[in-house]
């Protein structure tokens, strides 16, 4: 006999490849060598977690009960798969598209984001689906406990089973179903490990199949006649229970949390479903092809009150098949294994994206402050909800006693996700559908479901025997097992056909009362004619709302530039330079309002609300609303660029040509300026020595005086075309800068000396000599020029009666600053900005100069890496020449 | 399985010959029916008669039936899956 | 019969040339050379014949004929007007706003001296 020990370690051995397995697929996708691993083969198989420990112990149970009726369990998924082309292809392509993360967030998609639809159907899934998963935690125990009580020596170990079962298989959820977020909702080492427990479980009940019918029974002839000559040997199926398991079955294996997962979500290629569509109901076929078999001649063969549930198991141990036996109990093993794996995976998920995440991202509103990883957050969350769901598992099987009252829950369980099936297919089909029609079917079937089928089913307590027996509050229509007195049905059928009837009923009605807003509308569009809004397979992201995400949502509406551009706005204001925005009460709000401006107000609200209000968080359908807002805005802000570019361009030219009037404009001035400053001295030198050539009559005096009056002009003129030439070098930037070491002090004295000499005026030159010696490197020649200009101008214009000139000279931070302020009436405000311009004279009665001297000196003081200004607010005109020192080290 | 027979891909439905464009609608109609076909078949044993021992039907023949159609149906989607192996590339405009 | 010249000219030296020339022709020359209150002096001292600059300090040359032309009791005075800046623009411009005659600096002192004779001679004619 099997030890138990033996049993466990062989067991242990299985896990432990198992992790190996999932391990392994994991290196081998990161690295990007996931091809094999994402075979159309390998998705089939992944679809097995269909037939669980309920299928692979319970099927042959079923039958060994009820005949043929057991195999409508696996009718309606060779239905549905026979009809994927039009059914799920499209259901794939839309989680594809819209990144979908579990049933509940394809819902609360396609309703509009609606969050309280997202939470209605995870709520449904969890109650419908915790009680299978303690089922399958049953089997286990139960096929345990098999072998422990043909092994002599073992205790009562088998009693904390469940829980190490429960523990190893939390660990395995967690460590391969969250060990990323990011690139994908996908988890390779999870499916691989159970495409290998497909294989063994699939092995394991044709092993037992062929060992019975070939090595028990003798043959296929002689099976057949021992099956009619059993129990089950005629056709004693219930036509109405036929056709509603048939229907449920169907309506559960696309909507089951586990099966979306592993058939949308897990999906690498939408083609793989052509294979699939084949290969799975041939594997359906395979599993149910000794189910018969084993059933009639389990009944034969052993004793009369032997569980048939676990005929797989006890023929090979009653025919000492030990090995066989063991290959059985891993297949079971295999089944409720991946089952929980998944289920546990999927649920997670759920709970954290519609539940958890909500709740915490709404209580960061409060928190303002508070920020942080969101992808911990949610990965943490997953992996509490993975073990806060397989306790409720093990709590649930504690309470239920384990007893058979867990037999009958699978199709209740299926009955329950079925609620789900009306929404889901009217959101696909359907545009009509509104998310109050789809909350409104939901609830009308999950009630129903829960009264007239789950309460009465979970046994005795849940629901007071007189309301089985006189309905609800004593009103004998509202009997749980006989709604609107119509009695004599199957639980099953009974239940199926009134929850599914009104729920879709209520769901057609309320969906055309009532309008669907601008959201839902959108998505509708999207779902509904996903052939024709994805133009092949998009990429997956993760689903958590990060700056990152929402800044790519924005770029998609706003554009690359104003998205950035606001984003850094927003990081600065939070004072976060060169980094994201952490996504705050006030961040949001400001980007709702910015985005409102390009989608309107509705959709940037239920945009933003989501992560606001709290919801999925799914940030993908964010995103998805974003593209469909963007082709919506895309012909319109093609019109905008376009009208945009052309404005441009036209005030580019514009510019260009108020430019080239203006330097023509310029040039026009310059030279009529240039021409009536030559032709001044000119005119007089030409009239004057007119006179004394014609006018014979002149005395002395006069002859000299216009003698006189001919060598100013003419000097004048000199002095005019030195300045213009002075000018025209300064300006083109050719002049040669005689760069030496001086002193400020030095260049003052020279230029004080040059102005004053030979002039008519007196100037008290004021200067503080100390403060003067100021070292520097510079053109000293050039800037005694600068000093000479602005000194002439204080002896020409100084208007007070006793003119003088201040001079102070000091630095500051590397710069020599002269200031030069004289005591007379200054220059007129309006007069201060024209005083550096060519040909500028501030007074009418000027004298000699041609009004280039300022102008000289600005450039060259420009060219000395200085500057030269007026200085306001003094008492006469005053004017400071800054420039760099620069000269103690460079010199 | 999704390699490409070569030329008998076209770049857009537009491109098809009218020929091939009225066989993928047929077949694509085919494929709609399969499943409903499919269901009608499966739901054949509700006419059997029930309850009279002599009339009654064997589980052994319901069996042969029960797989033989499910049998049928996978040859059936296989066969379909393999000419629609080169829609794959063109059928977004395809009616779904 | 009177023989005054109204010179409105701000350059010294040129003013300097032009009296000197008309004096000696026999010309009873006055000198104004500020642009803002030309027109008023022009009025009040009744000339002959206006030579005016067009650059002079507070208001052009352009502006005062302008002005001129519009007084209907100095319909008739000749003006002639001198530039130093020798544009053709500026000849035009003069020409529409009813100058007698445009002279471009620097001049002959003949030239001047005809232009004056010339202009008064018309004007006391018509």
Redesign the interface.
Known sequence: MASLNLLLSVCFCYVILLFLVAFVADRLAARGRSTWLRSPLIYTLSLSIYCTAWTFYGAVGYAARSGLEFVTIYLGPTLVMIGWWWGLRKLVRIGRSHRVTSIADLLSSRYGKSNTLAIGVTILAVIGVTPYISLQLQSITLSFSIFADADPGSDDRVGATVIWVAAGLAVFAILFGTRNLDANERHHGVVMAIAIEAVVKLVALLAVGVFVVWQVSGGVAATMARIDASEIGQWQVDGGRWASITFLAAAAFVCLPRMFQVMVVENDDERHLRTAAWAFPLYLLLMSLFVVPIAAIGLELMPTGANPDLFVLTIPLSQGREGLAMLSFLGGFSSATSMVIVAAMALSTMVSNQIVMPIWLSSQTQQASQSGDVRKIVLLSRRVSIGAIMLLGVAYYEMSGGGAALASIGLISFAGIAQILPALVGGLFWRGATRLGAIAGLSVGFGIWMFSLLLPGLGSGLLPQHVMEQGLFGIAALRPHALFSITGMDPIEHCVLWSLTLNTLAFFIVSVASFPNPVERLQGAQFVNVFEHSAGPRGWTGSVAQSEDLMVMTQRILGTQDARDLFQREAALQGEYGHLPEPTPEFLERLERQLAGSVGAATAHAMIGQIVGGSSVSVQDLLAVADESAQMLEYSSQLEVQSEELSRTARKLREANEKLTQISLQKDTFLSQVSHELRTPMTSIRAFSEILRDASDLDEADKRKYATIIHDEALRLTRLLNDLLDLSVLESGQVSLNMRPGNVKDVLDHSIVSALAGADGSLDVIRDEDSERIPLYSDLDRLAQVFINLITNALKYCDAEQPDLRIMARTEENTVIVDMVDNGSGIPAEAQAMVFEKFARVSAEKAGGAGLGLAICREIMQRLGGDVVYLPGEAGAGFRVTLPTKGENAG | MSERRGGETPRGPTLFLERQSYRRRRLSEVARLMPIFGAGLFMVPLLWPVGDESEQVQTSSAILYLFGVWGGLILAIALFGLVTRSWAQSDQREID | MSRRVLLIE??P??I???R??LT?DGWDVNTHS?GTNAVEVVQEAKPDLVILDM?L??RSGMDILRDLREIVELAGLPVLMLT????SRDRDMAEKAGVSRFM???????EVLTAVRDLVAQASRS
């Open positions: 701000d350059e030296n040129i300097e040339a032009i000197f020339l000696r500020d650059m300090p507070g130093a800046r020798g544009q471009t600096k620097p001049f002959s002192n003949t």
